[in-house]
């Protein structure tokens, strides 16, 4: 039976080919996007890997051991904005451990640089860039070294004497193991949130998990209606039900099969396409994106026998009887009941609301994505009822043939009406999700709007934060440091603010309020007032007032007060910024670890880059859960035409007009489409505001109109694809199409 089964499958004429043709395709799609969601998520732990070495020095980091130590200081420079990791070396003998992706470690006068940032110490004037790392560039790192194929990767070597006497320099026993996601202590924030990582994988994974598995259902069930015919037709020339089943199972794996195949080789196919794409704020190496032996086997092997186990239920009333097919009853409409999944997934994120969220992470992800897997499912499970509802309104006020045709197909049979646009509902649930945690989160931690100002002024925090409490080692601006900017071309004001105490950790400074007028981007001092006490990393930030408060401090007293700040008011020139953090790196101690000098613009881009890696991940569900539903809708529309050819050729020839089957065939879809989308953007927003408000102490804000006109335009889009069927009616409802086969 197998070979017959084959026989059938492969040598069946111009309709099955065409079946096993559409089945194979789809099922590429679906496996290509789901190798790809796979994929990415080991692409993000393997770039979170190799931040490992930068945790170096850090207290809850782990260290190889067992060598001589070495000497280490970590800071962050920036260069036109983009962000530089610069670290400085010594090593205290021959056996001191060797940073992964260089051979050896720099020595005095030497520096490793990543092939990116070597690209640019040679392209750009030395006074901007190279003047900051001295002596000479002794080679480039290594990928093993690099999180990104674009990182800008510094290695400075020094002598043990010199490097040990820098602020912020630790000795270490060895290079940091320990990953930025699995630091279980205090470790530097670089690389993706440990907590967040975690989570927003889960939630990604469990937002395409259900449209892809519903894609790949709904092309196994391509013609299930003719099939069906055709393995009655058997059991009635004397085929038993196993062999049907045999039969059934060979022609859907086959199908399967193929298109498992060309998705593995699409999937390979797209990964450098994929790869340059900053899913995280960074790109891939296109080895990131690669699959574990159990990925591979287990859609190599689960896709197949999905589709196996699809058509072996498909089956059931052949197995039955033979005659069942012919003697279809209509089903038992779908209860009330079907609504109580989706009630339990809202009761369960709603009890993290009244009693806190979880402790760990771990059971934030097992809390968070099993109420939304719950909701999700509850969506498909309500689908049918809820179309059943709409279809009976739409009887109630259908004044033409059409609806009324529309609305008692529907009645008939919801589960088929919901199964052909559920993929476009879980679409848009997984949207609003997204897009409501997106705007809410913006809406929360607003980033300041980006003045003329903000991007021209430097400031250099001098603070050393390695010490307990912090210190301010520089006490006052030295006057070769003051000449050298004044030099540059576009400076126009060298303004340093001096400390005054210290709370909660961060320091306060003071000014003068003649020097604080040209520097608008720190703030302004009241009327009247003679200096002033700020603090400088409140600069361009929602939080900075109107006016600082007046300091009792006279003007001539500043001097006496070590400097914490200092500030360069430049012409927003990318020359004069980068020369001016060239003098300010060289000729002032930076802060370690910290960032060198920035502009205040800058700061703000990096207090807000954990939000864009979110919402990059965020708008890859987006992106991806769409053309999936897509896809689905498009398979489910030409699988119901295939199926149902012959009661439309009876109703061609019973005098129903083709305008009037092709109003049936928009509704029959329109109708749960529409309810259905109102009915998953509405859970999706409560659905967002329970975790925001459980996960974050965040109220939900409502997109703005243009979210709405993109849901519009989707679904304008999804009766494009309906529309693009119909032509088909004219041919499948042929008279001939209406004989008993």
């Known amino acids: 039976m197998i070979r017959f089964g084959l026989r059938l499958t492969l040598a069946g004429g111009r309709e099955a080919a065409t079946r096993l043709a559409l089945v194979a395709v789809a099922v590429t799609l679906g496996v290509a996007l789901l190798l790809t969601t796979l994929a990415g998520i080991h692409a993000v732990h393997a770039q979170n890997d190799r931040y490992a070495w930068l945790e170096t020095g850090a207290a809850g980091a782990q260290h190889s051991s067992g060598g001589d130590p070495l000497w280490w200081r970590l800071t962050a420079d920036t260069f036109h904005g983009e962000q530089i990791g610069r670290v400085d070396v010594a090593a205290t003998g021959p056996r001191s451990d060797v940073p992964p992706g260089l051979a050896r470690l720099p020595g005095p006068g030497e520096y490793y640089a990543s092939p990116a940032l070597a690209a640019l110490l040679r392209a750009e004037p030395a006074d901007q860039l190279a003047d900051r790392y001295p002596g000479r560039l002794a080679g480039t790192i290594g990928p093993a070294g690099l999180t990104a194929p674009n990182s800008l990767v510094v290695v400075v070597g020094h002598s043990a004497a010199e490097l040990s006497s820098q602020p912020g320099a630790d ?42 598995l519903i894609f790949i259902g709904t092309a196994t069930r391509l013609s299930a209606a003719r099939r069906e015919q055709r393995f009655a037709a058997l059991r009635l020339v004397g085929a038993t039900p196993r062999q049907v089943a045999v039969i059934a199972t060979v022609e859907s794996t086959v199908a399967a099969g193929i298109g498992v195949v060309a998705g593995f080789a699409l999937f390979l196919a797209l990964r450098p396409v994929l790869a340059p794409i900053p899913f995280t704020g960074a790109p891939f190496f296109v080895g990131d994106l690669s699959l574990d032996a159990v990925d591979v086997l287990l859609v190599a092997l689960g896709i197949p026998l999905a589709a196996a186990v699809v058509a072996r239920l498909a089956l059931r009333r052949v197995t039955i009887s033979p005659l069942g097919v012919s003697r279809r009853v209509t089903p038992p409409p779908p209860r009330a009941w079907r609504l109580l999944p989706v009630l339990l997934g809202l009761a369960e994120l709603t009890w993290f609301v009244v009693a806190g969220r979880p402790g760990t992470t771990n059971e934030q992800i097992y809390a968070y994505t099993a109420g939304i ?171 900075l007032p109107p006016a600082w408060p007046a300091s009792d401090l006279a003007s001539g007293q500043l001097a006496d007060l070590p400097v914490q700040t200092v500030a360069v008011v430049t012409d927003g020139s990318a020359t004069a910024i980068e020369r001016a953090r060239t003098v300010l790196e060289t000729g002032l101690p930076v802060p370690a670890p910290g960032f060198a000098p920035q502009t205040v613009a800058e700061s703000n881009d990096q207090h807000a880059k954990l939000n864009a890696q979110y919402r990059q991940l965020a708008e890859v569900v987006v992106l991806t859960s769409l053309p999936i539903a897509g896809c689905t809708l498009a398979v489910s529309v030409v699988a119901g035409l295939n199926d149902r050819r012959r009661p439309f050729a009876l109703l061609r020839l019973t005098g129903a007009r083709l305008r009037t089957l092709r109003r049936v065939v928009v509704l029959e879809s329109a109708v749960p489409l529409v309810v259905g989308a109102a009915v998953a953007i509405g859970i999706g927003f409560l659905t967002a505001a329970l975790f925001l408000r459980s996960q974050l102490g965040y109220a939900l804000h409502l997109p703005g109109a243009a979210y709405y006109l993109v849901v519009a335009a989707g679904l304008l889009a999804a009766l494009g694809v309906l529309a693009s069927t119909l032509p088909l009616l004219r041919r499948i409802t042929a008279p001939e199409s209406a004989r008993f086969e």
């Open 171 to 212: 000795e270490v026993p060895g290079i940091s193991t320990t990953t930025p996601s699995s630091c279980n202590g205090p470790c530097f924030a670089i690389g993706i949130d440990a907590n967040g990582i975690a989570l927003v994988l889960a939630v990604v994974t469990a937002a395409l998990l259900f449209p892809v």
């Open 373 to 543: 897997l719950i909701t999700m499912t509850g969506l498909v499970v309500a689908g049918p009822w809820l179309t059943l509802v709409g279809s009976r309104l739409v009887v109630r006020r259908a004044g033409r043939p059409a609806p009324l045709l529309a609305g008692r197909r529907l009645a008939d049979d919801p589960r088929a009406g919901f199964r052909a646009i559920s993929g476009l509902v879980l679409a848009l649930f997984v949207g609003s999700i997204a897009v409501g945690l997106i705007t809410s989160i913006d809406a929360a931690e607003a980033a300041p709007s980006e003045t003329a100002a903000g991007r021209a002024t430097v400031l250099a925090d001098l603070t050393d934060w390695s010490t307990q409490p912090p210190s301010l080692p520089v006490a006052a601006v030295p006057g070769p440091v003051l000449a050298d900017l004044q030099e540059i071309p576009g400076v126009r004001a060298v303004v340093p603010v001096h400390a005054v105490s210290f709370t909660d950790r961060l320091p306060t400074g003071a000014v003068a309020c003649s020097d604080l007028a040209a520097v608008p981007a720190l703030g302004q001092c009241p009327a009247g007032a003679t200096t002033v006490r700020l603090e400088p990393g409140l600069a361009g930030s929602r939080f």
